[in-house]
């Protein structure tokens, strides 16, 4: 079983096989679906997992506003840990968390995931990333959504100066915020869209509640985190991982009975590839919510959860349907006006932009 750690506990060589196996599937291995390489076929799903060939938003979208966007995107994860795993010949490699509520400085410091040995450095006069192994002249965003030609990776990690354009983040999640999203209850409620309360999806998600949880990472970052080809940045994954993490806190929560996923099969009114036997799009078959919904049968664990019960602890690793292409030809075309696909919640607008303690 793979073993999720936090990233301000990585060793070096824990980062070093980390960064080059990204990439490796960035340079080193084809694309699935007709594009330059591995690693940019997770940005193109990414992106079109949010937006319509005419750049209007997908509704409901496979992976965001809705139920899914738990199950969907560790079902991403996985798959991605598994090429990582392929590219670098280790089946104990694993992709790591970003905790944001503990490690929240933009500067190089020590748990920082922004050294130049892991994530990298911003120019200071700009928000081009110019220290590390993603720097500019190295890593190349080739899937970008129309009206975006720069190729460079950008971040403002909360700086306001280069937070120029929608809404945007001076903080990061604290952990009240966090605290306080686990106790929502349960997973998801009708209207199964953004601002479904009590959910704790939308509270994670960022629609509704202090803190404006996942949205607020990637306004924090800002640059490349901001349009649905968010994935151009590894950090990316990292807060993902996070989110994961989360989730998998409040189906098991300390004490209490496990939570579980709704909507369930035949819910009427929930958005098709949500329900919980549902296909999840754009793979379809076997990748169904139920699929991912349960992390340990998926074969790993995060580095700060009990043990792993004795019929989950299995020698050898369950057969989660990874994905070897998508039936989807990828040739869209995006409009301009929509590039920011992230907000605060109302309770965020409300305080001035701030993740109230709370």
């Not at 354009?165 to 209207?191: C, H, I, K, R």
């Not at 099969?265 to 036997?277: E, K, Q």
């Amino acid at each position: 079983m793979n073993v999720r750690k936090n990233q301000a506990s990585l060793t070096t060589g824990e980062k070093t096989a980390f960064v080059n196996a990204v990439l490796k599937l960035k340079t080193t291995v084809p694309s699935q679906i007709g594009l330059t390489n591995r690693y940019d076929d997770y940005v193109q799903i990414h992106m079109d997992s949010m937006m319509l060939p005419d750049g209007s938003d997908r509704v409901p979208g496979w992976a965001h506003r809705g139920p899914a966007f738990g199950p969907w995107h560790r079902a991403l994860l996985r798959n991605l840990e598994l090429d990582l795993q392929d590219a670098a010949g280790d089946p104990n490699l694993s992709l790591p968390y970003w905790d944001w509520t503990v490690n929240q400085s933009p500067d190089a410091v020590v748990g920082s995931p922004w050294t130049d040995d892991f994530m990298g450095q911003m120019d200071p006069t700009t928000d081009v990333v110019k220290t590390g192994p993603f720097r500019q002249g190295v890593w190349v965003l080739n899937v970008r959504q129309m009206g975006i030609s720069d190729t460079m990776l950008r971040r403002a990690l909360g700086r306001s100066v280069f937070q120029t354009t929608g809404t945007t983040a001076a903080t990061l999640p604290t952990p009240t915020n966090v605290g306080n999203a686990l106790l929502e209850t349960p997973y998801d409620s009708p209207a199964w869209s953004v601002g479904a309360a009590p959910s704790f999806r939308d509270r994670i998600e960022g629609w509704h509640g202090p803190g404006s949880i996942h949205n607020r990472v990637h306004l924090w970052v800002g640059g490349s985190m901001l349009p649905s080809t968010s994935p151009n940045d590894p950090i990316f994954f990292l807060h993902h991982c996070n989110i994961d993490r989360l989730w998998a806190q409040w189906q098991h929560p300390s004490g209490l009975p496990s939570r579980n996923y709704v909507p369930i099969a035949g819910t009427v009114g929930a958005p098709d590839g949500h329900r919980l036997t549902d296909a999840m799009k754009p793979w379809g078959g076997a990748v169904t919510v139920q699929s991912a919904t349960d992390h340990h049968a998926m074969q790993y664990k995060y580095d700060d959860e009990p043990g792993v019960p004795h019929p989950l602890a299995l020698p050898h690793r369950l057969a989660f349907p990874k994905w070897q292409h998508v039936p989807q030809k990828y040739e869209h075309q995006h409009h301009p006006m929509q590039m920011f696909m992230f907000d605060l919640s109302p309770e965020d607008k409300a305080a001035g932009g701030h993740a109230r303690n709370q």
